[in-house]
């Protein structure tokens, strides 16, 4: 047992001996020994040194290959490494290595930093044109209980003179019969209008080309018009209802119109005004149709508040052409001078006006239907007849046999179920007529024949629901081929389409930085390709094949 003891002791001794390490003379405290296989483990660690691993975002290109490059080097020394020093690795710390190259690997494939730059917010672009006015919010009278209060319910007429005092009327009082001065809201007071407008608005316009292209050609022309940021531009306050071209080819110049009688001029490369638009107040309700007469060359606008008036530019003022006590809602020109003019009333009468009389009385009234009429074209060859759109009912009449009541249609445009928006006779030969319908189609219809009830060539089907807060979408034909037409859209992401009156689609304008609202306007210029489109908060977008700034 003794012998036993001893022989154990001896080796716990001897144990004890070899883990503690020998002491340095001159130090205090015991120094541990280090052995040779901790020491070589250690030799190991020192030559094999694995910097670690980090994942650096950086937004700019070069920057990102300079750290993928980086990445990849170091991966690949992480493999030699791996490979010359196995057998110094436990199972593990292989295992560990592997993942951390397969994961970076596998991050490097996703492009985390493009996908951040691309998701990165763009700046908004800088709104052009009329300068939003800054409006504090509207205090309403805290509203109280009456019961609360041990009070009886109201009378009606209490209840009205509680709110009379904060309640705005719902409409403006009516412009006052006569010439009104062309003073721009937007100007000081004794300034006059720019020289170069004036010049501008008296050029003679070029004759427009009676030849149409080819459809490839016209489908390419199409696909060279684009937009860019001075090509949107807020030339009204309020939401476009109508809109129109210059007939100058030299200068771009647009009008538009909106519900709260504004009329705003735009030439996007001037200095006057805000950005170019010089802003006006005609008329006190919606300006419902607007068109440029010939030379010499006037802006023909008609409202809702009755009035039809005529912007001179050498006169300064907006003369009144027609007043009535209906609202007006289309008009067009009766002749090729543009001296008369054909007036369709809302309560469904139709006035015959000549502008060179001194009365602003109408030459001739004719009853056409008992309810709006919400569109009058003339056709463009044959001037005596013109097409009315009646609510659901689309008629061609024929001036010279007309009645002052119960006249009888020489043509009719049947098949709309709902209320029909625009009718409008093809530009050049009046062979056909493009309707606007709410019944979510648009119909083309032959028109080369005028008797008794017209066929229809083509049916259309577009989403036409805008709603309470837009304008009604409207078909308008290319003065340029009259076999095309455009027309906005409420679809997503937001477009403005050009059909051909076979019902194939020859373009699609998209743009998802500059088109992101719903254009109810459109119109092509009458001379040169550019494309307009109106919306609901008072800008123009245009699509041009030229640059502007």
Request: hydrophobic residues 35%; glycine residues 6%; proline residues 6%.
């Amino acid at each position: 047992m003794d012998a036993d003891k001893s022989d154990t002791s001896l080796k716990t001794m001897q144990l004890l001996q070899e883990r503690t390490p020998p002491q340095e003379t001159g130090k205090d405290g015991p120094v541990r020994r280090t052995s040779r296989r901790i020491t070589e483990k250690q030799n190991r660690e020192k030559k094999q040194i694995f910097p670690p691993k980090c994942l650096t975002f950086m937004s700019e290109k070069n920057d990102h290959v300079k750290e993928e490059n980086i990445q990849e080097t170091q991966i690949k020394h992480d493999l030699e490494s791996l490979h010359g020093n196995r057998g110094g690795l436990s199972k593990y710390e292989l295992e560990r290595l592997e993942n951390i190259r397969q994961n970076q690997a596998f991050l490097s494939s996703l492009k985390l930093p493009q996908v951040s730059e691309a998701l990165r917010p763009k700046p908004k672009p800088t709104q052009k044109g009329l300068k939003r006015e800054k409006t504090e919010p509207e205090m309403l009278p805290v509203r109280k209980s009456l019961r609360l209060q041990n009070k009886g319910p109201q009378k009606a007429t209490t209840l009205e003179m509680t709110f009379s005092t904060v309640r705005e009327p719902v409409e403006k009082a009516r412009k006052a019969p006569g010439p009104i001065a062309l003073d721009p809201i937007n100007l000081d007071e004794h300034v006059r209008l720019p020289e170069d407008l004036i010049n501008l608005w008296n050029e003679v316009p070029l004759k427009q080309e009676t030849g149409m292209s080819d459809l490839k050609s016209y489908q390419q022309m199409l696909q060279n018009l684009s937009i860019n940021d001075g090509c949107v531009v807020k030339v009204v306050k309020e939401r476009i209802c109508s809109a129109a071209f210059h007939p100058s080819s030299s200068s771009l110049l647009m009008a538009a119109g909106d519900k709260w009688g504004h009329v705003g001029l735009w030439k996007p490369d001037a200095e006057w005004g805000d950005d170019g638009v010089i802003y006006f107040e005609p008329h006190s309700r919606t300006v419902t149709s607007m068109a440029f007469s010939s030379h010499p060359c006037n802006l023909i606008t008609v409202s809702f508040d009755g009035s039809a008036r005529s912007m001179d530019l050498e006169k300064a003022v907006f003369d009144e052409v027609y007043r009535s006590p209906s609202g007006l809602k289309s008009f067009d020109f009766l002749t090729t001078d543009c001296s008369t003019l054909l007036l369709g009333l809302w309560n469904g009468d139709v006035a015959v006006v000549d502008r060179r009389t001194p009365e602003k009385l109408h030459e001739s009234l004719y009853t056409m239907a008992a309810n709006p009429l919400r569109c009058v074209h003339v056709h463009p060859v044959q001037q005596h007849y013109f097409v009315v759109a009646e609510n659901s009912f689309v008629n061609i009449y024929d001036l010279r046999h007309l009645k002052r009541r119960n006249n009888k249609a020489v043509g009719e445009l049947t098949g709309h179920s709902r209320s029909v928006s625009s009718a409008f006779f093809s530009p050049l030969t009046g062979n056909r007529v493009l309707t606007t319908c709410m019944d979510d189609k648009i119909r083309v219809f032959d028109t080369s024949k005028i008797n008794g009830r017209t066929p229809v060539l083509k049916s259309i089907t577009h989403n036409m629901q805008t709603g309470r807060w837009l304008s009604k979408l409207s078909a308008v034909w290319d003065p340029k081929q009259q076999e095309c037409f455009v027309i906005g859209s409420v679809d997503r992401p937001r477009r403005i389409q050009v059909y051909h009156e076979s019902g194939r689609l020859l373009h699609t304008f998209r743009n998802m930085d500059h088109l992101t609202t719903v254009c109810s306007i459109t119109a092509f210029h009458p001379n040169r390709n550019i494309l307009l489109g109106g919306n609901s908060s008072g800008r123009l977008h245009i699509f041009t094949d030229s640059f502007i700034n």
